[in-house]
């Protein structure tokens, strides 16, 4: 029986290698490539979230044809899709930015995420909970399940360009933000795009944790860096 296991466990480690192979060749250094992807720096590419009533929900994102010298949100283009597995039916809204991997509200009803280098006129803002200008500001937003393709998300601005996927514990949504791209999305994440553009000498290197209620009501905002 000992021996079976062990026969086993070597045939599911070399699938899985097989598996995971051309999703690392994808991701130098931990980032992804400037061709595009799934989630932001969500770990296993295309990792789906599944709500209570099985549907699944997947993002990915493309670069524009002429991303700027700089990033802003002219730079990408994202898609969020909401799958039916029992009909086939996919929904799919598309917003400017890279849009984090969501997460789902313990009753299902609510999908959270964030939005970096967003384009405001994308959402509608409730509140903004930073202080730097548009430029230098990021959106968790929110939106009542189930999707459509005219959904316009709820959202609130948060200082730092980049937003981390949001977690939500204690009836309270968690952010961390930064100006700093690579500290957030990876190192060779853009690696090329912009050319001389460096990451590591932004004016406002500054990060934060948020923490915001499930209402939309800042409980905390706390400079970690």
Avoid: C
């Avoid at 599911?12 to 994808?26: D, E, K, N, R």
């Avoid at 959402?123 to 930073?130: C, I, L, S």
């Avoid at 990876?186 to 500054?206: E, L």
């Amino acid at each position: 029986m000992k021996k079976y296991f062990a026969v086993l466990t070597i045939v599911i480690t070399f699938f899985l290698g097989l598996s995971v192979m051309p999703l690392y060749a994808q991701m130098p250094g931990g980032g992804m490539t400037n061709s595009g992807g799934f989630g932001m720096t969500s770990g296993m590419a295309a990792t789906p979230v599944v709500g209570n009533d099985g549907k699944a929900y997947l993002v990915s994102w493309t670069p524009s044809q002429n991303p700027g010298t700089t990033p802003n949100s002219n730079s990408f283009t994202s898609t969020l899709k909401e799958i039916n597995p029992n009909t086939g039916k996919v929904v799919s809204l598309s917003l400017d930015g890279i849009l984090s991997k969501p997460v789902l509200s313990d009753d299902g009803n609510l999908l959270v995420a964030t939005a970096s280098l967003p384009n405001f006129n994308d959402f509608q803002m409730y509140a903004n909970y930073g202080v730097n200008s548009a430029e230098s500001q990021s959106v968790l937003y929110a939106i009542s399940l189930p999707l459509t393709g005219s959904t316009q998300p709820m959202a609130i601005s948060l200082d730092g360009s980049y937003a981390s996927i949001p977690v939500i514990a204690t009836g309270a949504v968690y952010v961390t933000t930064t100006n700093r791209g690579d500290y957030m999305m990876g190192h060779d994440m853009f690696d090329g795009m912009f050319g001389s553009f460096d990451f590591n000498n932004q004016q406002d290197q500054k990060s934060f944790l948020y923490v915001v209620g499930l209402d939309g009501t800042l409980k905390a905002k706390i400079e970690i860096e």
